[in-house]
Structures are given as structure tokens and as C-alpha cells.
């Protein structure tokens, strides 16, 4: 494969001036639509379709991706601001992010996300020029066994999400788990805790849970605390927008790490970027050397979830160029437009579409930087929003709340689940416990099981399955050992020493 | 002096928005009188799915088109769930002006009878108007099972009673129905496994993880082009000019199993004649423009038009159809 030959060709497709026109006008459009709780990046391509009907190939598709990880870099805005997660993604960004931004230093949490997400982007880009068609069939080897591995694994890293009880923990994600079953079960085509109402017939959308539980409750608490709501969410003055060297220091080895872990499952068809970014948090979280500074307010709680979406948006790419299989309904779109046009995606279409496929790539880092470039300067701008004050501020955050959620499928029930979830949020976390598991619960739970039962469906009931193939084997085996060196007596002194303080 | 011209610019501009106003009530007022006849306002096409999947990209490349013809904005809404019903229910309930249309799949035909009170009555409900597609579904196998035909698939099956798998994209899904019905005219059995969706199902294929596939085009037409899947016969009567080389399901040795997973746009009950004389026009003209017959194809769909009593008859005798084969197949909930 000749790089600088592709990459060359790349470069030549993607600077023409309509190219960058329209790569800046999707990134733009994305971080707008990305910012907007509820309205995201699929709702927009698909009404941006049958524009890109009458676009040339190549355009259409660096328009749509643009949207697409350019909403990624929109999320993190609303999540460090103001606790509301733009985009599923970004919830986990809030965490540290919104802590960030009522100490006075939402600047500093906005260049953070910028640019760890540019860093991620650039090199899951290199990524995608150099291992495509490896990591595709790579992708492919995933199958039921290692997914449920996989969750398997994920639901206990994510008990170290939250810092407190780790009863606490388990009993918030298995709260998860019971609200994310709710719904038809795709392996018997029964219906679950639906109470017969047709509209929950597909569970309740995660996007109404997760602004809920971060959003709704927060502002139930702010007003409920019966504060001077004259005054602003930031406590304190506005500290520096710029990143300092430590600072700097700080995020870079979360960032890598992140984009890793995002690269990774970005790849994998249902894994995508809410795993990639609740995965590097967590990941981020265990390996620090001071996990209690997570949740207070630490930088690298905002580089690692924000490199591991962005680099899973670009990766989850791969699949459906070199195998015409999509991750999500994003690629699904694109891959209808691509059709479209007559270009099949597959295996060929490096070598068929060379102009298309490495046009496509080298937009992709275009993207990411003229995303940098659009956002750093805005941070100073947006870092204003934290000091609105907050009787303004919040009947704006319920209506984009309410809003968002209706658009979602044009169902008043995602907005009742918005209410519903803004009193369950305020009452778990006035009972001090950890939102983000539960979320990962929801997620994860339904994958777990439906990988489950089909695994046990494809072994005829055999639960070796599970050992016996290789790569779940090992996943399992890591879970195993996290379990281990939680609980070994040595390790759990050490653990009460650091949460005690 | 000045007080006076002030009165009388007042006055000017009060008479004068006020004439405004009325007109504007008149026109209102009159589009609406007018709205048995013409379509008075924008029109909804509401699709029961996801955005991206095949219903809603071809209601996307017939909204240009249309819009031009009725001279009103298009608009496609999607409402996913409950296996279409959302959209299907939302539709029935809407005022039959020819402002909202439904982008109805053949699966309306199906999923009523899967609850012991159908959500909604697919013939009863609706008005036809016309079909505009025919998306076959076609048999997909890994080549690494070391199958070419039908027949030998069968007689794979028979040498390994309950060994094969087989991908859906849901229990209950047409796809899931016709591998079933084959099942029981060949005698085989083979264990089913299914999805939430035919991407995933047609994943499942590629990655080797079920045998066989009875795919809908829109997801297969990727692997059958670059051959990372064989595609071992068509459900439709006539072979798919997306895959030229597949044959019908009647050429390779199995006939009276045809099943056409129809794409048709209907409205709802009681809508005018001259109302769907008109829209069922306009449909035909969009459909017969060449660069939407090459939209649909790439999309795997093939054009196929038909009149509005047509599509009724249709819409009725796949209704009756599938409520036998439903219950027969014991899928009532």
C-alpha cells in the first residue's frame, strides 16, 4: 500500500475550495446540532439526505461526516456549562465537566475537550489510512460470546465509576440494567415492564434518561438549595481560559489513552461512542493515582471521554466503508447515500474508489482541525454561559430540554420520561448515588443479555462457549481479575485509604 | 399641527393593517375551503422507521420530486417502533385531507396480528393509493458453508436436522415468516436467531455467526456486489436486475413460495377520490422519472407501480394472507 501516494491523492480531493466549503459547513452544523440536548447528528443527516442526492459523491459524504463528529465536539459544550448532555456521549464528560465550570474553570474544561478531541481525531484518522481493512475484519470477529464478554467486563469497570459504596455502585447499575430491559426482548419477542403501553413497546430512549438524571436534576437541586437565583451556576471568578503547561501534561496521557480505547469500539458494530467515552472514563479513573479526584473536577476526566468519542466516531467509519456493514444509524444514512450514488462499500473500495475513500480521510483530519480552530476561540464566549444568572438560565435549559426530547420521535412520552427521570436523578443523588453507573446500566444491560441468550442459542445451551473461544476468553479472564483485585484484603485497605480523604 | 398628522398617520396605518389583516384571514380561510380538492398546506409522508432504513430513503428521493408536483413542501417524518405500529397507528388517525401519507411496508400486513387486538385494521384504516416498489428478499449464505444452490442448501439441512442457523431481523418480520414457510414446505428444520435489525442479521451472515439469511435487498446488495456473500435465489417471480445471476426462487426447484415485500404509499380512510386520483398522478409521474428509478434501484428496490383499486386489492389480500399465516405459525402474543 503506498501511502504518501493515497494520502497525496487524499489531500488533492479534499482541498478543492467545494470540498472545504462543505466540510466546514458539516463540522459547523454538527457542533450546533451537537450542542441542542436531544437533536443530534442523525435526525439532521437524515434530513439532510436528499440534498445530497443532487451533491457529487465525495462532497455528500465529507458534509455528513462532518455533522457527524462534529457533533461530538458540540455535546462536551452543554455538558461542561450547564450538567446537560448535548449528545449520549457526553454525558460522562459532565461529570467532571459541569464541576469544572462551577469552580470557574470552564474554560479551561472547553480547551480541554477541544483539543484532546483534535488529538483523537488526527490520529484515528492516521488509523483509518493505515488499518482499515485489517481492523474490519477484525470487527468481524466479534460475535455474541466476545460481546457478552465485553459488557460483561464493561458493567464492572463501570462500579468504578463512582468513587462511594461499592454496594452503592452495583445496586445503581442493576437499577440500570432493570430500566434498560424494559421494552420488546428482541430474542422472544416479548414484551417487558411495558404496562401495555404501546410506546414503550421499544423501552424508553436514553436520551430523555440521561438529560434527566444530569440536567433536570441538577436544577431541581440549584433551585431546591434556595439560593439567590439571581446569582450564577460558577462559584468564584473566572479562572484563566487557557491551559497551563501542567495542566497540559495532565491530559496527555488520557487523551492517548482514550483515543486507544475509542479506536477500538468505534470498530465494533453496537459499540460505538457512549461505550468508548463511559469505558475511558472509567479505564481513566482506575489507573490515576488519586481516583478521588474524579467527579471533583479533574481534567482528565474531561480528555478521556471526549478522545474516546470523537476517535469512535471516525473509526466506526471503517465498517461501513470496506465492509458495507454499519455500527449505527448514522453510518446506516451514509451508506444509503453512498448507495445512492451508485458506490458500493466493500472490501473494493480502496482500490475502486480511491479518490472517494482517501478524500473522504484526509476530510476527516480537515474536519477535526477546523473544528479546533472554530471552537478554542468560541471557549472564552461559551465559558460566559456559566456566569448567566441562573433565573434566566434555567427555564432556557428545561425548554431545549423538553424540546429535544419531544424531537426525538415526536412522542410526549420521552418527554414524561424526562420528568420522570429529572425526580429520579434528584432523588439518587440526594441519596448519594452514583448516576453515571446507572446509565451504563441502561446501556449495557440489554446488550448483555441479548448477546447472552444468542450466544446460548448458537452453542445450543452450551455455557463453555463463553470460555472456549479465544478472545472472549481473555475479556472474561481481565474481568475476572478486576474482580479479584478489588476484593483481595490488601487492595481493599489501600482503596479505603484513598476514599477516605 | 403636529398631533394632527400624527392622528392621521395613525389612522392610515391602523386602516391599513387592519384591511391587511382581514386579507389575510380571507386567504387563509379560502386555502382551507379549498382544501377537499387541492392539498391545502405542506404534506407529511410518515415512515414507520428508523432514519437511514430503506422506507425512509425512498420516501426521501420521492419528497423532491413531489413537492414540485403538488406545488407544497414534502416533509418525511419519521416515527419508529413497535414494528412499524407507531407510525402505522399515527397515520390512521390522521384527517384524510392528503396532507399526511404513510410510507407503508408490507409488514402492516403482518404485525397487527401478532397481539391478541390488532393495533390497527391494515385494510379497514387506510386508503390505497399506490404501490411504488417491490424489494425482494434474496437467500444469503457465507461461501464458506460450501453451498451454491438452493437444493443443496436443503439438503444440507436435511443431513443436520436443527444445526443451521438462520438470521432475522425480528421474530414476527416478514423475513422470519418466509424462512419459516420454506421451512414447512421443504420439510427442514433449522434454529432461528434473531436480530434487531436486517444490517445486523446480514452481519451475522458475513461474520459466520448463522448460516443463512433470508435478507432484504437494501442490506445484501453491499456483500452480494463484492461477493463477500452468495446469494442463492430471489423471493420474487422474476429475477432482481440488482443481481442478475440469482435465481428465483421457482428456478431453483420451489415454487408457490413467492413473497413480495411490497412498498406502497397509503393515506388514511375516507379520503376524496379526486384527492387520490390526484396524489396516485403525481406518484406515477415521479416514479417514472429516470433518475428515481436508478435512486430506487441502487437502493435495492425496483419500481413498480400500480393503481389506487390495485394497491387496495393488494393491501386487503396480504392482510387475510398474513393473518392466517400468523396464527397458523402461533406468533399471536
Given at each position: ?102 469552580k470557574g474553570r470552564a474554560g479551561a474544561a472547553l480547551a480541554t475537550a477541544a483539543i484532546s478531541s483534535f488529538v483523537a481525531g488526527t490520529i484515528a484518522t492516521l488509523i483509518i489510512a493505515l488499518l482499515a481493512p485489517p481492523l474490519a ?365 | ?333
Amino acid at each position: 500500500m503506498n501511502l504518501p501516494e493515497n494520502l497525496a491523492t487524499g489531500f488533492y480531493a479534499a482541498f478543492s475550495l467545494i470540498n472545504l466549503l462543505y466540510c466546514f459547513l458539516g463540522a459547523l452544523l454538527g457542533t450546533l446540532v451537537g450542542v441542542l440536548p436531544g437533536i443530534g447528528p442523525t435526525m439532521t443527516i437524515a434530513l439532510l439526505l436528499p440534498v445530497t442526492f443532487t451533491l457529487p459523491p465525495l462532497s455528500a459524504l465529507i458534509m455528513l461526516a462532518g455533522i457527524f463528529y462534529g457533533a461530538q465536539y458540540g455535546g462536551s459544550t452543554t455538558s461542561i456549562l450547564i450538567n446537560l448532555p448535548g449528545e449520549t456521549s457526553s454525558v460522562v464528560t459532565a461529570l467532571d465537566g459541569y464541576q469544572l465550570a462551577r469552580k470557574g474553570r470552564a474554560g479551561a474544561a472547553l480547551a480541554t475537550a477541544a483539543i484532546s478531541s483534535f488529538v483523537a481525531g488526527t490520529i484515528a484518522t492516521l488509523i483509518i489510512a493505515l488499518l482499515a481493512p485489517p481492523l474490519a475484519t477484525l470487527a468481524l470477529k466479534f460475535q455474541a460470546p466476545e460481546y457478552f464478554s465485553l459488557m460483561v467486563l464493561g458493567l464492572l469497570v463501570s462500579v468504578s465509576l463512582s468513587s462511594g459504596s461499592v454496594v452503592k455502585a452495583m445496586g445503581a447499575t442493576l437499577f440500570g440494567v432493570l430500566i434498560g430491559i424494559i421494552g420488546t426482548d428482541v430474542t422472544s419477542g416479548v414484551e417487558r415492564f411495558t404496562l401495555g403501553v404501546t410506546d414503550l413497546y421499544d423501552g424508553i430512549n436514553f436520551v430523555p434518561i440521561a438529560i434527566g438524571m444530569f440536567g433536570l436534576a441538577e436544577i431541581i437541586r440549584n433551585l431546591g438549595q434556595g439560593e439567590d437565583s439571581s446569582r450564577s451556576i460558577q462559584s468564584g471568578k473566572l479562572s484563566g481560559l487557557a491551559l497551563s503547561g501542567r495542566d497540559l501534561k495532565q491530559i496527555v496521557g488520557p487523551t492517548l489513552r482514550g483515543t486507544g480505547l475509542g479506536s477500538i469500539l468505534g470498530l465494533l458494530p453496537g459499540g460505538g461512542v457512549v461505550l468508548a467515552s463511559f469505558s475511558a472514563y472509567a479505564v481513566e479513573k482506575r489507573i490515576s493515582k488519586d481516583p478521588s479526584r474524579f467527579g471533583q473536577g479533574a481534567l482528565e476526566g474531561v480528555a478521556a471521554p471526549e478522545s474516546a468519542n470523537n476517535a469512535a466516531a471516525q473509526t466506526s467509519f471503517i465498517p461501513m466503508l470496506t465492509l458495507g456493514i454499519p455500527s449505527n444509524a448514522v453510518m446506516a444514512m451514509m451508506m444509503g447515500a453512498l448507495l445512492i450514488h451508485g458506490i458500493t462499500p466493500g472490501p473494493r473500495i480502496m482500490t475502486e474508489q480511491p479518490i472517494l475513500f482517501w478524500g473522504l480521510v484526509v476530510s476527516m483530519w480537515v474536519g477535526n482541525l477546523m473544528l479546533l480552530v472554530l471552537n478554542l476561540p468560541l471557549v472564552g464566549l461559551w465559558a460566559k454561559v456559566a456566569q448567566v444568572p441562573y433565573k434566566v438560565l434555567f427555564p432556557v435549559i428545561v425548554a431545549i430540554s423538553c424540546v429535544g426530547s419531544y424531537a426525538i420521535g415526536l412522542k410526549m412520552i420521552d418527554v414524561f420520561m424526562l420528568a420522570v427521570f429529572g425526580v429520579v436523578g434528584f432523588v439518587l443523588a440526594g441519596l448519594d448515588c452514583e448516576l453515571a453507573p446507572m446509565l451504563f446500566g441502561v446501556v449495557v444491560g440489554p446488550m448483555l443479555e441479548e448477546n447472552m441468550r444468542r450466544a446460548l442459542i448458537l452453542s445450543r445451551g452450551d455455557p463453555t462457549t463463553f470460555v472456549e473461544r479465544p478472545i472472549s476468553a481473555v475479556l472474561l479472564a481481565i474481568a475476572f481479575i478486576a474482580i479479584v483485585v478489588a476484593a483481595v484484603p490488601k487492595m481493599r485497605k489501600k482503596r479505603a485509604e484513598v476514599f477516605s480523604d | 399641527m403636529r398631533m394632527k398628522g400624527a392622528y392621521r398617520y395613525e389612522l392610515t396605518y391602523r386602516r391599513a393593517s387592519v384591511l391587511l389583516f382581514a386579507a389575510l384571514i380571507a386567504l387563509i380561510v379560502g386555502v382551507q375551503m379549498a382544501g377537499a380538492q387541492n392539498i391545502g398546506g405542506a404534506v407529511t409522508i410518515v415512515v414507520a422507521s428508523d432514519p437511514g432504513a430503506a422506507p425512509d430513503v425512498m420516501a426521501r428521493i420521492l419528497s423532491g420530486p413531489l413537492s414540485e408536483r403538488f406545488g407544497q413542501p414534502v416533509v418525511v417524518e419519521n416515527r419508529p417502533g413497535a414494528g412499524g405500529n407507531i407510525g402505522a397507528m399515527a397515520v390512521s388517525k390522521a384527517k384524510p385531507d392528503g396532507r399526511t401519507l404513510f410510507m407503508a411496508t408490507v409488514n402492516m400486513t403482518i404485525t397487527p396480528w401478532m397481539t391478541k387486538t390488532p393495533a390497527f385494521d391494515p385494510a379497514g384504516d387506510y386508503t390505497a393509493i399506490g404501490q411504488v416498489a417491490s424489494v425482494p428478499m434474496v437467500v444469503v449464505v457465507n461461501p464458506a458453508l460450501g453451498v451454491k444452490t438452493m437444493k443443496e442448501l436443503v439438503a444440507l439441512a436435511k443431513s443436520k436436522p436443527g444445526s443451521l442457523n438462520y438470521s432475522s431481523p425480528g421474530i414476527g418480520s416478514l423475513n422470519h415468516i418466509e424462512t419459516v414457510l420454506f421451512e414447512r414446505a421443504t420439510g427442514i428444520k433449522m434454529v432461528h436467531v434473531p436480530y434487531k435489525s436486517g444490517a445486523a442479521a446480514t452481519t451475522a451472515v458475513l461474520g459466520k455467526e448463522v448460516d443463512l439469511f433470508f435478507a432484504g435487498m437494501p442490506p445484501a446488495v453491499p456483500q452480494l456486489k463484492s461477493n463477500a456473500l452468495l446469494g442463492l435465489a430471489v423471493t420474487a417471480d422474476k429475477r432482481s436486475s440488482l443481481v442478475p445471476a440469482v435465481p428465483t426462487l421457482s428456478e431453483a426447484g420451489y415454487t408457490n413460495l413467492e413473497s413480495d415485500a411490497w412498498y406502497a404509499i397509503l393515506g388514511p380512510k375516507g379520503m376524496s377520490a379526486a384527492l387520490v386520483a390526484k396524489i396516485a398522478g403525481a406518484l406515477k409521474e415521479v416514479l417514472a422519472l429516470p433518475n428515481v428509478k436508478v435512486q430506487f434501484a441502487n437502493s435495492g428496490a425496483e419500481v413498480l407501480t400500480s393503481a389506487p383499486e390495485a394497491m387496495a386489492k393488494l393491501l386487503a389480500a396480504d392482510a387475510k394472507r398474513y393473518k392466517g399465516v400468523v396464527e397458523d405459525l402461533g406468533l399471536v402474543k
